[in-house]
């Protein structure tokens, strides 16, 4: 790294190339133009979270979340100064998010919707019509897409497909076992 120039701070979104080659990734697998500029290189999903929240949420805005959900989610929303507002998805219908039960909890101090599809716990993973439904509710969609690429006979979808107003995690811990390389 001394030899090869690499020991000066790298810009504060991340390394280009990496940018470049998340912004390609989109492109080849989704068909969705993201530009390396609309990219931030995190050390993990779950900072990309904090900084997110801490970033759009004031007192007592509210996220619209399924439960049951990835346990860090209300805790990271309640740290910013945020209150979760929960859909329950149930096993009998496939652990599926309901977009008109997502109407149902909008309110006025609704900033986002966090989605997570493939899930954690469940492994549910949303279907394109009911990505496309949420997409037209008109909330900001954070989409928590950790991981796809892990998916046996359904194929996931990006947000992104549907909606630019949407901002999506994902990194390489699961998808690729880089589970000590924490990028997000």
Known sequence: ALQGGHTKYTHS???RELREAIAGHYATRYGVHVSPE???VTTGTSPALWLLF???LESEDEVILTNPH???YPNIIRFSGGQ???VTVRERDGFQLDPEAVREKMGVRTKALLINSPANPTGAVLPEKCLK???DLGLLIVSDEIYHGLTYGEEEHSILEYTDHAVVLNGFSKAYAMTGWRLG
């Open 84 to 86: 979760p507002t929960y």
């Open 70 to 72: 990835y346990a860090c």
């Open 13 to 15: 979104l991340g390394i």
């Open 54 to 56: 801490s970033a759009i």
């Open 133 to 135: 439904a949420l997409a």
């Open 38 to 40: 609309q990219i931030l």
